[in-house]
């Protein structure tokens, strides 16, 4: 069975740094996109972060909004995926989903297109306080 489980949320103060993660099983990291995406009540859900692979080189992708503050990773030996949060702002505080898209590399126009991701976790909840 596929499936991806994130873990790492919870409430920090602004300013403050979370480390999300997101374990994988029934799939290889090595042949997925994975992505990071984050909604809050009554908005979008929108894409935070992303790693792929082409040609053994890894491309990570970020909104602006995150630029220099949150840094993706993955560890393909333990089928995980994580997002380091530094600097946190309140205005970060959101439900964080990570996914699996269905090819390994779906280009740098497609990171943020939801449908291109076919495994979604549950989602952990991050609040950051002002």
């Known amino acids: 069975q596929v499936q991806v489980v994130e873990s790492g949320g919870g409430l920090v103060q602004a300013g403050g740094s979370l480390r999300l993660s997101c374990k994988t099983s029934?799939?290889?990291?090595?042949?997925?996109?994975m992505g990071w995406f984050r909604q809050t009540p009554g908005k979008e859900r929108e894409g935070v972060s992303a790693i792929l692979e082409r040609d053994g080189k890894i491309y990570t992708y970020y909104a602006d909004s995150v630029k220099g503050r949150f840094t993706i990773s993955r560890d393909s030996a333990q089928s995980t995926v994580s997002l380091q949060m530094n600097s946190l702002k309140p205005e970060d505080s959101a439900m964080y989903y990570c996914?699996?898209?269905?090819?390994?590399?779906?280009?740098?126009?497609?990171?943020?297109?939801?449908?291109?991701?076919?495994?979604w976790g549950q989602g952990t909840q991050v609040t950051v306080s002002s």
């Open positions: 029934g799939l290889s990291l090595d042949d997925h996109s």
């Open positions: 996914a699996a898209a269905d090819a390994r590399y779906i280009g740098n126009n497609n990171w943020r297109h939801l449908v291109r991701y076919t495994v």
